[in-house]
């Protein structure tokens, strides 16, 4: 069964901390995105990235950094995060068409 | 990657078929149509995929007009566990698919 796993599935933190959001896939897939979700809007794209090392901005990328040394591992870096960055997050991976997610991360910032 | 539009709810009773309409009139030759559906609090999940053709799988069934610029998806005997949000979009079925976005989706709800 193909897997997408998420380090952390509920976080608190407070404003102003550097927050990681870590990703792992185990099906050798090239793409991985991250996403966050909130009421009325939809999932949205922050960044994704195609290759190791490589990195591209999706639609809200301000206020986040990624980070892809390893093929199955895309994490997500909130440099300071900040209330408006509480959210779902959810990583996803893709082959083709077909995307795999992750269970999600519901992070609160305080 | 082709904009496709939903409507943004529909309901249907448990036990009937749930049709979920789907617009995307600028989708590209090699663009395939996707649906995916997320239930509440998880992460989404793939349900089915076709170019041209109709498909079916365990999940669902796919009707692609012939034209290409609208599609549905069937669930045959909707149950409560169906009530989702479901997401279509068009993508390239290749290796290169890079900015995967999603829109808003349409909410199912099944009633008792």
């Known amino acids: 069964d193909v897997k997408v796993t998420q380090s952390s599935r509920y976080l608190v933190k407070r404003t102003g901390e550097k927050v990681f959001l870590e990703c792992v896939q185990d099906?050798?897939?090239?793409?991985m995105f991250w996403y966050r979700q909130d009421p009325g809007l939809g999932l949205r794209l922050i960044y994704f990235?195609?290759?190791?090392?490589?990195?591209e901005k999706g639609d809200i990328p301000e206020g986040y950094s990624v980070s892809r040394e390893k093929k199955e591992r895309f994490s997500l870096i909130l440099e300071s995060a900040s209330t408006n960055q509480t959210s779902m997050y959810l990583c996803?991976?893709?082959?083709?068409?077909?995307?795999?997610f992750g269970e999600g991360s519901w992070l609160t910032v305080v | 990657d082709a904009k496709t539009t939903q409507p943004t709810s529909m309901d249907c009773a448990e036990g009937r078929a749930a049709n979920l309409p789907c617009n995307h009139s600028?989708?590209?030759?090699?663009?395939?149509v996707y649906w995916y559906r997320q239930i509440h609090s998880q992460g989404p999940q793939y349900i089915i995929h076709?170019?041209?053709n109709n498909e079916t799988n365990e999940m669902a069934s796919l009707i692609i007009t012939e034209d290409r610029k609208s599609s549905t998806l069937i669930l045959p005997h909707a149950t409560l566990r169906d009530t989702a949000v479901y997401y279509c979009?068009?993508?390239?079925?290749?290796?290169?698919?890079?900015?995967?976005?999603f829109g808003k989706g349409i909410t199912l709800s099944v009633r008792p």
């Open positions: 996803a991976s893709s082959i083709h068409g077909t995307i795999y």
């Open positions: 099906m050798d897939h090239e793409n």
């Open positions: 990235s195609y290759d190791v090392k490589m990195k």
């Open positions: 600028t989708i590209s030759g090699n663009e395939y």
């Open positions: 076709g170019l041209k």
């Open positions: 979009i068009a993508l390239l079925d290749t290796g290169a698919n890079s900015k995967l976005t």
